[in-house]
């Protein structure tokens, strides 16, 4: 027989050796989980996927023997009904070697072990678990708490809340460190196991438990810090200055001077908001027609009367007369061109009116799968806003009144340019939101801008547009006159619904018309 045919039949032999001892052999401990038990020298023994099982077991040194003359004991159960075997080794000489465990379901041949090496050495001590079990238990705190700081710059009320643990033995020092978690890292596995464990009940598969500690304790004292701490100062830990809403860190802590350290979880709770400061109202704005020149132009014609009625010296009369009606003239013309620029600047706002309509229109039609209406937003929020501006005042919206054939831009703010433009909003951060959204616009005696607010009446519909074309109607619920000084209209009446006020002046300057209404629903 040739040399290379000798070494290919030792090999096979060899390999058939190796699959054949395979086939019976199990790993140490293989399928159980060992647990020292409070009593010494016994232990518990769970067998995985089997802990609501009634089942008998046996142990033996010999590992050919015959597994169904072997003396079964049934099993026992810990404090939260789980089916576990045990093991007492100082009352059990088959410890003193090589021990293999059998176990098989109570009445029937079903064996869920088959001889598996045991060993009592690779237990899961109890001061594993409960050490365990103490992680971010050891150093008292109060987590969830967070610290609001308000500041007024620009106009604005700008209000910035960050997340914070609290220390709450304040007789110690400590120190701390803060790691943010990064995704597929050893962190992100820690925070999700830690996540875990937290969610664990009485029902949760013992198994699951012990082996859950156990990784746990042994990530632990990877990731613990040996150095780099920072003192904690007045017993607060505050997330990072840099930590964006939803951020994940672990807050590593110790105590000053000893080695206990300790950890919490934090999930960064940064809210940013900024508010414009409104004066304290005195009174409404003054929202009515100039009456100066009219008084004037009227105080003209009716000394031009009088004193054609009641003329005597001729020469000074012709004179006073041609004063007069030059000054009627003058008036007039001023009077007539401020109305003539009126008219051009409603037909300039229904330019601007329709522009911002065509293109909300155009954006529909573009994006029709999407099947916008009154109630439903794309999740990217594509809608396009309003881009318009009026003499350098933003347009957030549109007013529509069918009743009176109105329909107006709505401008950002109000003071005494901007109602020289447009109807403004008054009261509200934004259109058609939950609250009471106050708009206020001039009333004109040619028609103007709220000019012809008084002939709405109980009923009627008002639709506002906002800024990404979504239009809500409101039925008009109340129509009242006010004072200039109740400024208590921007107050809602309905806590939780929409609401909208219009507002304009009435009865010369001292007055208010307020229209009141409510989202149809």
């Known amino acids: ?51 609501t099982k009634q089942f008998e077991f046996a142990y033996t040194n010999d590992k050919n023997v015959d597994k169904t003359t072997l003396r079964y004991l049934a099993y026992a159960q810990d404090e939260v009904g789980n089916k576990m075997a045990y093991v007492n080794s100082k009352n059990n000489s088959v410890f003193d070697s090589t021990t293999y465990m059998y176990a098989r379901i109570i009445n029937t041949s079903n064996y869920i072990l088959n001889g598996i090496e045991i060993d009592l050495g690779k237990e899961i001590k109890l001061e594993t678990l409960e050490e365990a079990s103490n992680i971010t238990k050891q150093i008292p705190v109060k987590t969830d708490e967070s ?22 033995d304040k007789s110690k020092n400590y120190e701390c460190q803060t790691i943010k978690v990064l995704s597929n890292s050893n962190y992100s596995d820690f925070v999700d196991l830690a996540d875990m464990i937290s969610k664990f009940s009485s029902s949760t598969n013992v198994v699951t438990k012990v082996e859950s500690y156990v990784t746990f304790l042994k990530q632990y004292e990877n990731l613990k810090p040996t150095n780099g701490w920072t003192t904690v100062k007045n017993n607060e830990i505050f997330e990072p200055e840099d930590a964006k809403e939803g951020d994940v860190y672990v807050v590593w802590m110790k105590e000053t001077g000893t080695n206990l350290i300790d950890l919490q979880i934090m999930t960064a709770k940064k809210e940013y908001s900024e508010e414009k400061i409104r004066e304290q109202l005195k009174d409404l704005p003054i929202t009515g027609d100039e009456d100066i020149l009219f008084i004037v132009l009227g105080v003209m014609i009716v000394g031009t009367v009088v004193l054609i009625i009641a003329r005597k010296k001729q020469k000074l009369f012709n004179t006073i007369c041609i004063v007069l009606v030059i000054g009627i003239i003058a008036v007039g013309g001023v009077i007539a061109q401020k109305y003539i620029k009126l008219s051009l600047n409603d037909t300039k706002l229904e330019d601007i009116v329709a522009e911002i309509e065509k293109e909300f229109e155009e954006f529909i039609i573009i994006n029709n799968s999407e099947n916008l209406d009154n109630d439903e937003f794309p999740e990217n929020n594509t809608i396009p806003k309003i881009d318009k501006k009026i003499e350098g005042s933003d347009v957030i919206g549109i007013i529509t009144i069918p009743a009176i054939n109105l329909k107006y831009p709505i401008i950002n ?11 403004t909003l008054f009261n509200g951060e934004k259109l058609n939101e939950i609250g009471n959204v106050v708009i206020a616009g001039h009333n004109y005696r040619n028609g103007s801008f709220f000019g012809k607010l008084n002939k709405l009446k109980v009923g009627d519909t008002i639709e506002v547009t906002d800024d990404q074309g979504i239009t809500l109607t409101y039925k008009i619920t109340e129509k009242r006159v006010v004072r200039s000084s109740d400024t208590g209209i921007v107050i809602p009446e309905r806590e939780g619904e929409r609401e909208l006020t219009l507002f304009t002046c009435i009865n010369g300057k001292s007055n208010r018309l307020v229209i009141k209404a409510f989202q149809e629903v």
């Open 147 to 168: 610290d609001t700081k308000t500041e007024e710059r620009d106009g604005k009320r700008i209000s910035l809340t960050k997340g914070k643990i609290i220390l709450t």
């Open 413 to 423: 703010e109000t003071n005494k340019r901007t109602l020289e433009l447009s109807v």
């Open 1 to 51: 027989m040739s040399e290379i045919k000798k070494y290919t039949i030792f090999v096979i032999i060899i390999f058939a050796c190796v699959i054949c001892i395979g086939i019976n052999s199990y790993a140490v401990n293989e399928g159980i989980s060992i647990v020292e038990s409070e009593e010494e020298d016994t232990y518990w023994v769970y067998i995985h996927e089997n802990e």
